[in-house]
C-alpha cells in the first residue's frame, strides 16, 4: 500500500465508514476499499451497511443510489463530475411518453439512470438482475430503458414478453465493433470471449459468456480454461490478473475505459474523507419519490 492508501485506510476505520468502488475504478482504488462489486451488489450492500458513512467510489447514479436507499446515512461522492453519460439520455418526460403510448407496460428502468427518472419508472433493474425482474412481473409489456442493447439482450432471454425500448446506450461499450471481436479472437485463437451486455447484439453474438462485470469474473475465475478476451471495461480485465495471476486476460481493445469512472482519484477519497466532499443531497420528495423502484429491485 502507497503513502495515500494507508492515509485512506487509517481515516476510514477512525470515522466507520464504509467504501464501495465498482470495478471499472482503477486498481488503487480497489484496493482501499471494504468491497469492489458490480451495480447490483453495490445497491444491496448499501442498503444493508451498518456504518452511518458511506463512500462510493463510482459515478453519479451510485451514489445517488446509495442515498436513496439509505436516507439517514451520509453518502460521499468523492468527484461529482463522474456520471454516466448513458443515465443523461433520458428525462422523466420521455418515460411519461412511453407510458401514454403503452399503458398496459411496466417500466423496467436500468440503475444507469437520475432518481427523477427512477421516480417514473415502476422497477429498476442492474444489469446481473434484468432477466430476473422481469421475469417476475406479471406484465407481458416492458418498457425497458434507458440501455436498447441491454434491453434487446434480455428481450432474447425473456421471448415470451414484448419490449418496448428506450434509444440510449454506453458510449464504452456500444462503440465495440465485429471487427474489434474478430482481431482479438485472431491474436488469442485460444481464448473465451466474455461480454458485457451493454455491448451490441452484433457483438454478444461472438460471446462464450455474456454477464455483468461480476458474472464475467466469476465465470473467468471458476472456468477450466486459462485465456480470456475481456469485453468490458479495463477495471475487469485489471481486477482479474490480480486474482488470477496464472490466468491470461486480454482486453478486447486497447481503450475499453470509461472516462468518468477514471475521474475518481485516491487523492479525491482521501479528500472526501477528510471534508466530507461531495454529500449526495436529495430532497425528501425525490428521495421518496424514486425509492420503491430501487427497493423493488434490491428485494427481488
Ligand atoms: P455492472 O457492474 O452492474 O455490470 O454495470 C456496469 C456498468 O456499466 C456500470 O455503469
Ligand atoms: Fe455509464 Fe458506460 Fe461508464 Fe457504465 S461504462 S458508467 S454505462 S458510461
Known amino acids: 500500500m502507497n503513502h495515500l492508501q494507508q492515509k485512506i485506510i487509517k481515516l476510514k476505520e477512525e470515522k466507520n465508514a464504509l467504501i ?22 453495490m445497491a444491496q450492500l448499501a442498503h444493508t451497511a451498518k ?18 436507499l439509505n436516507p439517514d446515512k ?7 463530475d463522474a456520471g454516466c453519460p448513458m443515465a443523461d439520455m433520458i428525462v422523466p418526460d420521455d418515460v411519461l411518453a412511453l407510458r401514454k403510448h403503452y399503458p398496459e407496460a411496466a417500466v423496467v428502468c436500468y440503475v444507469n439512470s437520475s432518481a427523477a427518472v427512477k421516480a417514473v419508472s415502476d ?11 422481469v421475469r417476475t412481473l406479471p406484465e407481458k409489456q416492458i418498457i425497458f430503458i434507458p440501455d436498447r442493447n441491454l434491453g434487446a439482450y434480455i428481450a432474447t432471454k425473456v421471448p415470451e414478453k414484448e419490449f418496448i425500448f428506450h434509444p440510449g446506450w454506453c458510449p ?18 485460444d481464448a473465451k470471449f466474455l461480454a458485457h451486455p451493454e455491448c451490441q447484439g452484433v457483438v454478444l453474438n461472438f ?6 462485470t461480476a458474472e464475467i469474473i466469476d465465470f473467468a475465475l471458476k472456468s477450466d480454461c486459462s485465456d480470456f478476451i475481456i469485453g468490458t471495461e479495463y477495471g475487469v480485465t485489471e481486477h482479474l490478473a490480480k486474482l488470477a495471476p496464472y490466468k491470461n486476460f486480454f482486453p478486447l481493445t486497447s481503450t475499453f475505459e470509461c472516462e468518468d469512472m477514471k475521474k475518481v482519484k485516491l487523492s479525491d477519497v482521501l ?30
Open 271 to 300: 479528500t472526501s474523507l477528510e471534508t466530507g466532499q461531495h454529500e449526495m443531497k436529495l430532497s425528501t420528495d425525490e428521495i421518496n419519490a424514486a425509492r420503491n423502484s430501487l427497493e423493488r429491485m434490491v428485494g427481488v
Open 123 to 133: 422497477i429498476c433493474c442492474t444489469s446481473s438482475s434484468a432477466e430476473r425482474i
Open 207 to 212: 460471446a462464450d459468456f455474456v454477464g455483468s
Open 20 to 41: 464501495l468502488a465498482h470495478y471499472y475504478q482503477t486498481m488503487d482504488i480497489q484496493e482501499i476499499a471494504d468491497h469492489v462489486c458490480d451495480s447490483f451488489a
Open 51 to 68: 456504518q452511518k458513512l458511506l463512500v462510493i467510489c463510482g459515478v453519479h447514479f451510485m451514489a445517488e443510489s446509495a442515498k436513496i
Open 172 to 189: 464504452v461499450h456500444d462503440c465495440i465493433t465485429v471487427l474489434d471481436v474478430q482481431a482479438a479472437r485472431e491474436k488469442h485463437p
Open 74 to 80: 451520509t453518502v460521499l461522492l468523492p468527484v461529482l
